[in-house]
């Protein structure tokens, strides 16, 4: 089978595992979730992973309601590492050898991120899952996917969601919504459409990093874009 991209970093947000339940993690989504990266990870194509922690904490909500934004944030790194280790499990139940390399100490429960191991890992074919984001607080998941995915050197930033790609509007609020089928980084951040936080933008621009927004619900996804099929929206450097 013919794939596009040989080396890719898959962006999955927390709620994105938290199925029906609505907080924490759903066995069955993470478990399907994990039966579509080992079809791609079986085929050969490169896997680098970064699983948010908002299905748990995120920081900022935790400062709203009083926290120090810091601490908030150090405990939506942890949220991250909860999801890394479950995603692991599933991914292992699935037959992948896997790692997970976490961006603050943490040896008992996995290894520490180290860049050159991480590729030597991706070369033998085990699927890397970076836990707790970039390890500093004020940051996001997105950022530290995009920094991942340019050390790594992917060709592709896989940024998975609830929704089928980029509309003008939000189209759970508005039907007659429009999908992109391609945008640039600019016209997102001008049009304040919510794809990635503007620091995560900015680093894949400046970059040359192209993301693909698609629907993580639906079957087969994964693979369809890394084979290049249209799925989604590719949100591109400039015209
Ligand atoms: N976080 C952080 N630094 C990072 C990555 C994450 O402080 O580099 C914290 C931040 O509080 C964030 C939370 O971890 O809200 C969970 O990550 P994120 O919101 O990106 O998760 P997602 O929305 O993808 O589930």
Same mark, same amino acid.
């Given at each position: 089978?013919?794939?596009?991209? /040989?080396?890719?970093? %898959?962006?999955?947000?927390?709620?994105?595992?938290?199925?029906? %339940?609505?907080?924490?993690?759903?066995?069955?989504?993470?478990?399907?979730?994990?039966?579509?990266?080992?079809?791609?990870? !079986?085929?050969?194509?490169?896997?680098?992973?970064?699983?948010?922690? $908002?299905?748990?904490?995120? $920081?900022?909500?935790?400062?709203?309601?009083?926290?120090?934004?810091?601490?908030?944030?150090?405990?939506?790194? &942890?949220?991250?590492?909860?999801?890394? #280790?479950? +995603?692991?499990?599933?991914?292992?139940?699935?037959? &992948?050898?896997?790692?997970?390399?976490? =961006?603050?100490?943490?040896?008992?429960?996995?290894?520490?991120?180290?860049?050159? !191991?991480?590729? !030597?890992? &991706?070369? /033998?074919?085990?699927? *890397?899952?970076?836990?707790?984001?970039?390890?500093?607080?004020?940051?996001?998941?997105?950022?530290?996917?995009?920094?991942?995915?340019?050390?790594?050197?992917?060709?592709?930033? #896989? /940024?998975?969601? !609830? *929704?089928?790609?980029?509309?003008?509007?939000?189209?759970? #609020?508005?039907?007659?919504?429009?999908?992109?089928?391609?945008?640039?980084? &600019?016209? *997102?951040?001008?049009?304040?459409?919510?794809?990635?936080?503007?620091?995560?933008? =900015? #680093?894949?621009?400046?970059? $040359?990093?192209?993301?693909? *927004?698609?629907?993580?619900?639906?079957?087969?996804?994964?693979? /369809?874009?890394? +084979?290049?099929?249209?799925? $989604?929206?590719?949100?591109?450097?400039?015209?």
């Amino acid at each position: 089978m013919e794939y596009r991209y /040989k080396t890719a970093l %898959l962006k999955i947000s927390g709620e994105a595992l938290q199925g029906p %339940l609505g907080f924490g993690l759903d066995p069955d989504t993470v478990d399907n979730v994990a039966a579509q990266i080992a079809e791609v990870s !079986r085929a050969g194509v490169r896997l680098g992973l970064v699983i948010g922690g $908002g299905n748990i904490f995120r $920081g900022q909500a935790l400062a709203e309601r009083g926290l120090n934004r810091v601490t908030g944030d150090h405990m939506g790194m &942890l949220a991250t590492v909860i999801n890394a #280790l479950a +995603m692991q499990d599933a991914l292992e139940r699935q037959g &992948l050898a896997t790692r997970v390399q976490s =961006s603050i100490t943490m040896v008992e429960f996995c290894e520490l991120y180290i860049r050159r !191991r991480a590729i !030597r890992h &991706l070369e /033998k074919g085990r699927v *890397v899952i970076f836990a707790a984001g970039t390890g500093n607080p004020y940051l996001t998941t997105d950022t530290a996917a995009v920094l991942r995915a340019n050390e790594i050197g992917a060709d592709i930033i #896989l /940024k998975a969601t !609830r *929704v089928d790609g980029v509309y003008d509007r939000d189209p759970r #609020l508005d039907p007659s919504a429009k999908r992109f089928e391609e945008i640039t980084y &600019l016209e *997102v951040i001008n049009r304040r459409l919510k794809v990635m936080d503007t620091t995560a933008m =900015s #680093l894949a621009m400046e970059n $040359g990093l192209e993301t693909i *927004v698609f629907d993580l619900q639906k079957e087969g996804n994964i693979k /369809k874009t890394i +084979m290049g099929e249209p799925v $989604g929206t590719l949100v591109k450097i400039g015209d």
